[in-house]
């Protein structure tokens, strides 16, 4: 069977009348041009999908659930603590953070970022996840978190983790990522600083607070090279730790 073209339906609209809105309705109605009778994917970004009748597309688009399922939430629950940065990169990470289930991404604001980092996650990020997990099927979105207060507040917001990785880029810094940091079950979160890096004071902050700090290679990588090889190498471990 060819693979249905997907939409997003939030949680909070998970219950009849089933309504897409906004660009999610415009996108079956208007893009596809998909009509009454029409078989549609939805999801709901926390691992509920379900296969829709589309009802109607007058005055927006009415669906009718036909059959829904649950995925489970990966067992490995990787985040990432990103220093803010004004990266022109930033959307695509968001949609390869969908693509390689990434659990959560913390922002928070360094001594070297760039620009002021705002209160709340931007409805412009929601898209461009949702349009990373139309691509790859998952019905999972990552967690965005604002985290406020600085290093201090990332240390507090962790405190309960399992592992916490601090990717440091000072020649000091011997150790890279064993497998064992890659396959344990569990919460783990890879700390990166802003373009321009962390200051001593910050990253000897969260070395004093339990972060493990490890190197990625020798020499630096940008913010979202980064972010995305540890993703990357997350995801290997998570789905080769029984071979």
Request: some cysteine.
């Amino acid at each position: 069977m060819a693979r249905l073209d997907s939409f997003f339906l939030p949680p909070e609209s998970w219950a009849p009348p089933f309504r897409l809105e906004g660009d999610e309705a415009r996108h079956l109605a208007k893009v596809l041009r998909l009509g009454p009778g029409a078989r549609v994917r939805c999801f709901d970004g926390q691992g509920r999908e379900g296969l829709f009748t589309v009802e109607s597309v007058k005055g927006g688009v009415t669906l009718c659930l036909e059959s829904e399922s649950f995925v489970p939430a990966p067992t490995h629950e990787t985040w990432l603590a990103l220093g803010w940065n004004k990266s022109t990169r930033r959307g695509w990470l968001l949609e390869k953070a969908v693509e390689l289930n990434a659990t959560g991404i913390q922002f928070f604001e360094a001594s070297r970022s760039q620009g002021g980092m705002p209160k709340a996650p931007k409805d412009t990020w929601l898209a461009q996840m949702v349009a990373g997990a139309k691509q790859c099927g998952n019905s999972w979105l990552p967690r965005l978190e604002m985290v406020q207060g600085g290093a201090a507040g990332v240390i507090e917001r962790t405190a309960d983790f399992d592992s916490r990785m601090l990717l440091w880029e000072s020649p000091d810094v011997r150790r890279g990522l064993a497998r064992r940091d890659l396959t344990a079950p569990g919460r783990r979160v890879f700390l990166l600083g802003p373009e321009g890096g962390l200051t001593s004071a910050e990253a000897s902050l969260f070395q004093d607070a339990g972060f493990t700090a490890v190197t990625l290679g020798p020499r630096p990588l940008r913010w979202e090279t980064a972010a995305l090889l540890c993703l990357g190498l997350s995801w290997w471990g998570a789905n080769t730790e029984n071979e």
